[in-house]
């Protein structure tokens, strides 16, 4: 599987933007690239996925640079509900499995 | 959204006695589901890959006689740990994969099981 590193913390400002990122240098054409989050004590969630181009949803954006090498989830305007541990992941479009690596932890101050 | 539903939320139990964990898909049928352990302060690690009507898939240095998985429907996966002892103590948490084909999986809220 192609590794992703991330920073192993993070911290934000409530109401500010967040750039959370990710470096996959082993990509493989087929890898999408997948963000999910861990709040405290709960499953995780999908946040969401990207192949090539930026991607947007209600959560987040997904910035991915132009050799896929690296990547960007932005959220936007950080709330205090955005504190989890956020987990970027290689797997093809059809997940059939999900392996996690470490992820960076995000603070958020009030 | 899809939603799992995975129960109990936390057990305890002593040791030696067996749990299961129930992992249902509640809107969509799921002929995958997948189980992960979190340890504290550690990322998920996945156990094992249930299919449904089929045996499940273990890790490597999962041990599938303790950990037995059965996926006997499409919407319900079970997890049980036998003879549980207080290293099992751990989060466990199932995942379920859409029957069409998964962009995106979904995940059970967790359990916390603690072997005293």
């Known amino acids: 599987d192609a590794k992703t590193t991330q920073p192993n913390s993070m911290e934000s400002n409530e109401e500010e933007p967040v750039h959370l990122p990710c470096n996959h240098s082993?990509?493989?054409?087929?890898?999408?690239i997948h963000w999910y989050r861990q709040l405290p004590s709960q499953g995780p969630e999908y946040v969401i996925h990207?192949?090539?181009s930026n991607v947007n949803n209600r959560m987040a954006s997904l910035a991915i640079a132009e050799d896929r090498k690296s990547s960007t989830l932005i959220l936007h305007r950080a709330t205090l509900r955005d504190a989890a541990v956020y987990y970027c992941?290689?797997?093809?479009?059809?997940?059939?499995?999900?392996?996690f690596g470490a992820g960076t932890i995000l603070r958020v101050k009030s | 959204g899809a939603v799992v539903s995975q129960h109990p939320s936390r057990v305890i139990c002593k040791s030696g006695t067996s749990v299961k964990i129930e992992c249902r898909s509640l809107?969509?049928?799921?002929?995958?589901m997948f189980w992960y352990r979190q340890f504290p302060k550690q990322s998920l690690m996945l156990m094992a890959t249930?299919?449904?009507?089929?045996?499940?898939?273990?890790e490597q240095g999962v041990e599938k006689d303790k950990f037995l998985i059965n996926h006997a429907s499409l919407t319900l996966s079970t997890l049980t740990v036998t003879s549980a002892h207080p290293e099992d103590s751990s989060f466990y948490i199932c995942?379920?994969?859409?029957?069409?084909?998964?962009?995106?999986?979904?995940f059970g809220s967790g359990t916390q099981l603690s072997v005293l």
């Open positions: 995942s379920a994969a859409t029957l069409a084909g998964a962009e995106k999986l979904f």
């Open positions: 082993t990509i493989s054409g087929t890898d999408y």
């Open positions: 990207g192949l090539t």
């Open positions: 992941i290689l797997s093809p479009l059809i997940v059939n499995k999900l392996v």
């Open positions: 809107d969509f049928q799921a002929t995958t």
């Open positions: 249930s299919n449904e009507g089929s045996k499940a898939t273990y």
